[in-house]
């Protein structure tokens, strides 16, 4: 196949296109800083042409404190290269046949009593959850009857990079214990701008899904191989854990029997220093893949452990 991945610049995108050229595939690029930039709709629309999947991971990162500019870019980075991507698309004379976008699992609510699935799970409130309704009504307006459109509602990535390597970090300092949620002031700005996260789970128990990278690259052939699949899906693994025995798995695969617990007030003056939110860790996404497994795609790594020894010895 022909691939061209929008945001390739990043862990998942690097990750990604090292993967599919090695089993065969042909992978375009698109950025800020590629040959076909952002802003050259007639250059992004001569690259589609003819391509056979389109894969959109573009986005500023969410990794960083939500002051009023970094909202901005988290939301603008998401939908305007969405709406430029289907300009493009509709000028294609032949366009492609499958168009995947990234989503987040964070659309859906503090979740500690139930799963959410694609048709029964519920959407939530705040600044995160906004961004990602906003990024799929984009994906998903108007018409493209010769591409089928695919929304990823994506859990973190496991691999080697992203969201793991301060996990790992912190259990070789000893500082591999749970993130523990608690109480903390929130000012009327923060509030009112849906970014300050409450207290809710207690003892390390907010809901952790997860997906290997591995996977990823999985779920994406599997939905170029079968056309009749289209829609929202929740990209993760079938078997969630939680923050506590992440942790403690974490621990158990680097060999570090003790991790000191983080107390909330020590996981907000950390957010501040290191510029991020608590939300990224005391938030409980309980995602599962209800489609993908329904449509019977078979994991690679549907355990956490197998998953994390496998990414550790290939550091």
Same mark, same amino acid.
């Given at each position: ?9 990043? %862990? ?22 590629? =040959? ?11 690259? @589609? ?16 404190? $939500? ?31 499958? &168009? ?7 659309? $859906? ?6 799963? +959410? ?17 906003? *990024? ?12 089928? #459109? ?12 992203? /969201?793991?390597?301060? +996990? ?16 903390? %002031?929130?000012?009327?700005?923060? #509030? ?17 899904? &997860? ?10 052939? %599997?939905?170029?191989? #079968? ?5 929202? !899906? ?6 969630? =854990?939680?923050?506590?025995?992440? +942790?403690? =798995?974490?621990?158990?695969? @680097? ?9 909330? *007030?020590?996981?907000?003056?950390? /957010? ?24 019977? $795609? +078979? !994991?690679? %790594? ?14």
């Amino acid at each position: 196949m022909r691939i061209v991945i929008a945001g390739a610049s990043g %862990f998942m995108g690097s990750s990604l296109t090292k993967a599919l050229r090695a089993r065969g595939h042909t992978v375009d690029h698109l950025g800020r800083t590629t =040959t076909v930039r952002w802003g050259q709709l007639a250059a992004i629309t001569d690259l @589609l042409d003819g391509a056979d999947v389109l894969l959109n991971l573009a986005g500023k990162s969410v990794n960083c404190r $939500y002051n009023p500019a970094n909202r901005a870019a988290i939301l603008s980075s998401r939908v305007e290269t969405t709406r430029e991507l289907s300009k493009a698309v509709r000028g294609c004379e032949h366009p492609p046949a499958l &168009w995947i976008n990234s989503s987040t699992a964070t659309i $859906y609510r503090h979740a500690e009593d139930r799963p +959410m699935t694609e048709s029964e799970g519920e959407l939530g409130e705040g600044f995160s959850v906004d961004v990602a309704k906003a *990024w799929e009504t984009a994906f998903f307006d108007g018409d493209l009857p010769a591409t089928r #459109r695919v929304a990823l509602r994506t859990a973190i990535v496991l691999g080697d990079g992203g /969201a793991l390597v301060p +996990m790992l970090r912190l259990a070789r300092l000893g500082l591999g214990g749970p993130q523990l949620d608690g109480r903390w %002031f929130g000012s009327v700005h923060r #509030r009112a701008a849906g970014v300050f996260h409450e207290f809710r789970a207690r003892g390390g128990r907010q809901k952790f899904s &997860w997906v290997h990278i591995a996977d990823v690259l999985g779920v994406v052939e %599997f939905l170029a191989e #079968r056309p009749e699949l289209d829609g929202v !899906f929740n990209l993760s693994s079938p078997n969630p =854990t939680d923050n506590r025995t992440l +942790m403690r =798995t974490i621990r158990r695969v @680097l060999k570090i029997p003790i991790g000191l617990p983080a107390f909330r *007030w020590m996981t907000e003056l950390g /957010a501040i220093v290191i510029r991020t939110e608590t939300e990224l860790i005391l938030k409980s996404r309980w995602v599962v893949p209800a489609r993908l497994t329904q449509a019977g $795609y +078979m !994991f690679r %790594f549907p355990e956490l452990e197998p998953a994390l020894r496998d990414i550790v010895n290939e550091e």
